[in-house]
């Protein structure tokens, strides 16, 4: 076993189309599974990027067997993500700045320790600690008992090893590097719905994407629902960072929130007893759907961007979770095709949606780490282009009761 | 480690009275742990047949550290079973014809990623995929909620990782290969009920053989309930293929399935929006009470039969899924001791058996790849033989009600 | 992978202020996780002690993947705890003498098999077959559904794998071997308890101290509660046997233990339908409120004491589960800051501690395996030193109803 391993790791194909290298490092269908693995810029022979990619399997307590892979980029990004864990990204970090947040859970969980029903179904919480997770895309969002069953928080993909998981580099510049996972919710009579995760990064630059396609491969339609849930702490969040984008209305997702809702473009320091917050959004975007969103800190010259498409993503979430640094001082940017709500009342309201037998939909984001003053003024003037003249319309009553 | 596995795949153990050469492959007891290996007949200076027998460890997704066992027959069938998966049969393949079917769920999943409690006690359907699950032996059937607490559907056994496994190949011809398991469903205060399944084979033949036997290693009586959950799809399963067994009667599962009684019979082709149809029996059996069922394709040139007795399996399901391929077109004839009805209606009626403390009891089952004309009007002449001038009296109404 | 492993194991630390060597045999935040494992006395060029400290990892069934570490002292005690299992205590064995007991559960179950929720809340017991587990920290006792969740029997800490294991052996006489483990319950929102256990042996004796610190490591105040479960069968418990502890009162857990309270120190032989009956002490304790509870045979020759402060640990469960040997003939001597009522019960009658921000609490207590009349007769000397001339309080009525 571990010689064939060896084997496929030296087995460089040629994926004909761009030319990059690919190494398959899981895959449950042709029974290849790497442990730890790595490939450097120097083993490619490329000499103007400095860069590796990494796979490890980790240890201790419920992160036992768990891998994540890091693409560590010299002059640009270091991207942790877990294919154990969906491929949820755990940190990424460069150029001084960090995306990502300190949870008082350490361990990359791995989900064979995760009970997601347990605790009246915020399980999900024992393992939550990464920079993006999916939620979706069976259902996502607060918990409700509904239909004799728990639709545990936000739902399981984020908690579904990865089957199929491979890496590719260009071999021409800029050597774009991919890492594409394979996450199945299938279950008989139930779903089949399974998505093909890509995250694509140029060594070098500030920002990375994800091009994600969920496919119903069920003869039936199915529900679907997403919510990308990124997260951000320090040093981009402090107290007087600024959340910035372009948006038609807010409303305060439930009483507690009405708070602060005077005050949903900023953010407290750290607050003993705050715990947190949800604002909901409707995004404007530009003529071809685009749009961002951002957290900018104080000073405005560090910051974390996604971009992303209302077609695909029609609504935003904010969660300012702004609890002590210990408890886990973190907000969430949350692009999705449903707010936080449960699935029952996301099915009232329309928002959940659908596919069709066969069916696929793709959701495209792209996330950049600010990390000076000019490219925080850029986001900002984006923000400012598309929000144009329109004030944002400011609502008193959640849409919702949870 | 690694160096003592390969020492113990070399320790061939003779056991005395069959002759025949023992692998022990694994032993919660004694420690021992095989990850990939295998057996050939060359390796054993067999001529007169050719076959491997090997295990597998998976990877990938939900099936990571799951272990499979096959048996390749070159001029026979193909067995394959997974250990981690409580023995389960995955499929078995052989003279072009296969038996099993092709669920969703394509991945061997390792329970360590199952929930059963999930879905409201439906979590089984994340992992069904196999030609025989063993439904049982604590509970089966449809879940529940009663005495406080889930019967998940189909019991624990299935998602129960095997304690003891180990490999027999007889020294002198025909070569019979036996492949044991030992499932155990030992909770503290609650059971001990412990199942020793074997799997027999004969090179080159086109059936084998299934000897399971429970016992109640507690100092208490204890319910047990058992259906062999058998589950066929193309190429035997098709529009026109039929069903066959010698029955008392028959009745509909529940008013869905009352329309389909007239047709128990046969099958219809992949139907969308057909769902699942389920038909009860009181199977007939000859003097010695064996009897079998079968379902045979359409030409009469392929089937899959299985031979049971009625004193250890009095009652028999029929399972027609016969919705589309994607979704699982596939057929489950299931003798058992109950119907596949909520733990608390067999209890009710009376079919929950019940076990003395260190009392066993045992199943066999004969199951047989039929791949001519000639071997299925064997089986239509035996099931008519059995039927006798009886006519199956036809039930309209469900004995129960879920 | 396998050769840094190796290498780290020859990396012995030398700790400064003791003077002791140090293995890291898990961390999850460094990755470090050894598989089989051994250091000698022999190795460590000690002379006049002989004696070995190894881990292994179990395979099959349910263990697959469960780690046990094992101290054995050529003329002490060879005792084996599983770093699997939140360090919970398997068995200690020495001088003819065992401490322990058997389940029907025969293998060190991998949390990742187990689902604490099932059975409405007691899938604990799928696991339970310990000398000693640890029930809490985050809640423990009976089950219960409060605040919309399932109270789990005794909590999670005996089903969480620990996060760091490290191994400690003095190198002076009497080379006392450590054995530490961090189980953390950790959750986001919910909880940060992280515990710091250590075992502390001196080779050649026969008794072993264990110094656990819970620290809680969130912002808030959080509660907590504490079982030792400590659990004794055979050879020390028999027909005739006597439970001993210094006592201010004893009361019935409920209304069945009531036709027990006459005989509360005294046990049965193995009884069918015994079930189990429990009693609830106040312990009464020294100037320095060191205390100590026992279970000595017949003879009066054998018998294992538990030392510990009630100041730590305030009361005393004692728990006859004198069924037949196959069920578990069993009893539990089990300090604790609750009783084994369900959360609910404790809170309201207020033995639920709390711990604030940071703080810390810590318990210590030592497990003596008593070998011969002598030993014995320390112990009840201690005990009736303590009790002096106050009588036991019988109570008839049991202080709550679940």
Redesign the interface.
């Known amino acids: ?1 571990k010689k064939a391993l060896v084997l496929s790791t030296l087995a460089l194909l040629i994926s004909g189309n761009v030319c990059a290298k690919t190494w398959l490092l ?4 042709s ?3 790497q ?2 693995w790595q490939v450097t810029s120097q083993q490619l022979k490329i000499k103007d990027q400095t860069f590796s990619i990494e796979q ?10 768990s891998k994540i892979i890091t693409i560590n980029s010299q002059n640009g990004l270091t991207i942790t993500l877990s294919p154990t864990r969906g491929m949820n990204l755990l940190r990424v970090e460069g150029f001084g700045v960090r995306m990502g947040w300190d ?5 990359v969980v ?4 995760m ?6 179904g ?1 399980g999900w ?2 393992g ?2 990464e920079m993006l997770v999916r939620c979706g895309y069976e259902w996502t969002g607060h918990p409700v008992t509904a239909d ?3 639709y ?1 928080l936000h739902g399981k993909a984020g908690n ?5 998981v491979s890496v590719d580099v260009s071999e021409k510049a800029p050597y774009e590097i991919r890492i594409r996972g394979l996450v ?1 919710e ?5 779903a ?1 719905l399974q998505t093909e995760m890509e995250l694509s990064y140029i060594p070098g630059s500030n920002s990375f994407t994800l091009h994600d396609v969920l496919t119903n ?4 339609a199915h529900d679907y629902q997403i919510i990308y849930h990124s997260n951000f702490g320090t040093p981009i969040l402090e107290e007087g960072a600024r959340f910035i984008a372009p948006v038609e209305s807010v409303s305060p997702f439930n009483d507690y929130a009405k708070a602060g809702l005077k005050n949903w473009q900023t953010y407290s320091g750290p607050t ?1 007893g705050f715990d947190e917050m949800v604002f909901n959004f409707k995004p404007l975007a530009d003529a071809r759907k685009e749009t961002v969103a951002a957290v900018i800190n104080k000073a405005g010259n560090k910051g974390a961007a996604i971009s992303f498409n209302t077609q695909q993503l029609p609504v935003l979430t904010l969660w300012k979770n702004t ?6 001082y973190v907000t969430g940017i949350e692009p999705g095709t449903s707010y936080a709500y449960p699935v029952t009342i996301e099915r009232e309201q329309k928002r959940v949606k659908k596919l069709e ?1 066969g069916q696929s939909t793709r959701f495209d984001l792209t996330y950049t780490l600010l990390h000076n003053a000019s490219q925080v003024k850029d986001v900002e003037k984006r923000v400012a282009d598309i929000q144009g003249n329109k004030a944002p319309q400011i609502i008193d009553t959640p849409i919702a009761k949870e």
């Open positions: 076993m899981t895959s449950a269908e029974g290849v599974e442990g730890n490890k399997v980790l240890h201790g307590g419920k992160q036992e067997g949870s008082p859970v350490k361990e791995n989900p064979a320790y009970n997601l029903e347990s605790r009246n915020l919480l024992e939550f600690n004799g069953q728990i545990t579904t090893p990865a089957s199929q199945k299938s279950t008989f009579k139930k089949d491969h069920a003869d039936y003993k609890d002590t640094l210990k408890q886990g037998p």
